[in-house]
């Protein structure tokens, strides 16, 4: 095993040894299933959202609408829990002075906290996903699934359009998540981080529905995480797609750039 | 580079804006050394340790550690050297056997059992499994130590390792560094007893405000203050008339019925023939040893801490 390797495996045994990690990840597996049990319980649905009037038509619907409603704050809150606590938290215990004072630079100790994070966003994307199919699937059958242009697609099809779906959607949140690190970095200080990594999401929410801004609004993080509408229409639009993921590239790089350089040259003073 | 020096430091500056808490450091520690660091808080002791171990830039000059510098070489320049600076800090979710297990791995990956012997070295194998969380003070003493030692240093760096230990704890981490310097290992301790300095220490060096205002060989320290001596003598005004009178004796000075004055051995000796041949009585002549604490205060103008202790002086 390599020296990152090794790294990055300890991170993530680290953040499978704090309770945030878990509050982000059941926050995620619940939504769907408490999503699917209400609407079980109750007549009518959110008709006015993509994929919406077919969420009882099947389950392959159900992960599609959750995406949407938790793209808004849930899902960019619970990836900062953890992202924006990745780098502070070595503050907050002092335990930065102890891992760097060891054999590994400290730009493989960044990258493994890089890749860590980025492993905790695409589980808590793709768990939230499959548990939203499997929750619909027991409540209403794994059918075909109307697309957004309105033809029907197999079930078989709908599946790998989901996880491309995921894919991208995972995109903008990776993009969140650096901004978290890189808040993390400078700051020191995990609550601080937390939240202006939020206000940073809303803030790109905020300025996608304000009038006047129609011009820079496909270029707005929080546009990105509509850009898997793409893969659901009749002939598939790659253009969102195509956007989504160089723009997610300059939203992921650029953060992380100045939180690489801030965490290769800083000073640790008692942390 | 096996010539070099364990720690080497050349016009070593620290700033933070107008205030500098390094001032042109030069230190040499020596291998086999168990090189005592002294100074009072916010001498600038433990932000020499950040310099040398890479964790903050200098903001001029160089401190290398077997002849590599951090800032130049980075985590290679830490081969073979191990330590911690103020506390060392663990993760309080880990146990302490998973804590080690981490920081070896951001090593070499070592076996078992050589966690298991460092654990048995510190005593802390029974509570390996408990969180890190639970442990006292103490005990991550004792944790950091046997993080250091699963390196296998050539050198280890040491901030105040028996800062908040009980007399017992204190007693066996001494012990402890007696045990590793006796086995080849080169220590740099910065301690805050002064009386443990001068237990364990070959070589001192006092940090003021910054700047280092004495390093060299402990036993030179203390045998500079051996040249003070004390006369008790039956008829003082005719001594002291004697001691004036003799070449070599300075500082000369009365303190109610003893004389104090300083000089080498050999005029000493002298003196005892001229006070006789005086007809001079005298009840007792006897060199007066400064401990390294009057020296430190001395040297330091009698700065102290906050954690200044009846029968120790916290640096």
């Known amino acids: ?271 | 580079m096996s010539d070099a020096p364990p720690v080497e430091t050349r016009g070593l500056v620290k700033r933070y804006g107008e205030i500098v808490a390094v001032d042109h450091v030069d230190l040499s520690v020596e291998p086999g050394d168990v090189f005592g660091y002294l100074g009072p808080n916010g001498a600038g002791k433990t932000t020499s340790l950040r310099i040398m171990l890479g964790l903050i830039r200098p903001t001029a000059g160089s401190a290398r550690l077997h002849g590599r510098d951090p800032l130049i070489d980075g985590a290679k320049a830490l081969e073979g050297v191990a330590g911690f600076v103020e506390a060392p800090r663990f993760y309080p979710y880990l146990s302490g056997r998973r804590n080690l297990r981490l920081l070896a791995d951001y090593d070499e990956p070592v076996s078992r059992a050589r966690i298991d012997e460092v654990l048995e070295l510190v005593e802390l194998r029974d509570r390996a499994k408990d969180r890190v969380g639970g442990y006292s003070h103490g005990m991550r003493q004792r944790l950091g130590i046997a993080a250091a030692l699963l390196r296998a240093p050539r050198l280890l760096l040491l901030d105040e390792p028996t800062t908040g230990l009980d007399p017992a704890g204190m007693r066996d981490m001494r012990e402890l560094v007696r045990r590793l310097a006796g086995e080849g290992i080169t220590i740099l301790l910065s301690s805050h007893l002064l009386h443990e300095v001068e237990e364990l220490c070959n070589r001192v060096a006092i940090i003021r405000r910054g700047a280092i205002v004495y390093q060299g060989r402990l036993r030179e320290l203390l045998s500079r203050a051996a040249s003070t001596y004390r006369l008790n003598a039956l008829e003082p005004e005719r001594a002291r008339a004697v001691l004036l009178a003799h070449s070599g004796v300075g500082g000369v000075r009365l303190d109610g019925s003893a004389l104090r004055f300083s000089a080498e051995e050999e005029v000493v000796a002298a003196l005892t023939v001229a006070l006789g041949q005086a007809r001079v009585a005298f009840t007792a002549l006897v060199p007066e040893t400064a401990t390294l604490e009057e020296l430190f205060l001395g040297m330091t103008d009698g700065e102290s801490s906050d954690h200044d202790r009846p029968a120790a002086v916290a640096v």
């Open chain 1, 1 to 271: 095993m390599t020296a990152l390797a090794r790294v990055y495996r300890w991170e993530i045994a680290k953040l499978l040894a704090q309770k945030r990690t878990y509050l982000g990840l059941g926050t995620a597996i619940a939504v769907p299933i408490v999503f699917v049990v209400v609407l079980v319980l109750q007549r009518g649905g959110p008709n006015d959202v993509p994929l919406g009037r077919y969420i009882r038509d099947t389950g392959l619907a159900v992960p599609f609408v959750v995406l949407f409603f938790m793209s808004i704050w849930g899902l960019p809150l619970i990836t900062a829990l953890v992202a924006g606590d990745i780098v502070a938290s070595e503050t907050h215990n002092g335990t930065l002075k102890t891992i760097l004072t060891r054999s590994r630079e400290r730009g493989e100790v960044f990258a493994g906290k890089t890749l860590a994070t980025a492993t905790y966003t695409l589980v808590l994307v793709f768990a939230m996903g499959l548990v939203g199919l499997v929750a619909g699937s027991v409540a209403w059958g794994f059918h075909p699934l109307t697309s957004l242009s309105g033809t029907k697609v197999s079930a078989g099809h709908g599946l790998v359009l989901l996880l491309a779906s995921l894919a991208v959607y995972a995109l903008p949140l990776a993009g969140i998540a650096a901004f978290a690190v890189l808040l993390s970095t400078v700051t020191r200080n995990s609550a601080a981080s937390v939240v202006g990594a939020l206000m940073w999401a809303l803030l790109m929410q905020l300025l996608g529905v304000l009038p006047g801004t129609e011009g820079i609004r496909p270029y707005l993080l929080g546009t990105q995480f509509e850009a898997w509408h793409g893969f659901l229409r009749t002939p598939a639009d790659w253009a969102p797609v195509i956007r989504a993921i160089w723009l997610c590239a300059l939203y992921i790089g650029l953060p992380l750039i100045g939180a690489c350089l801030v965490f290769l040259r800083r000073d640790v003073a008692g942390e």
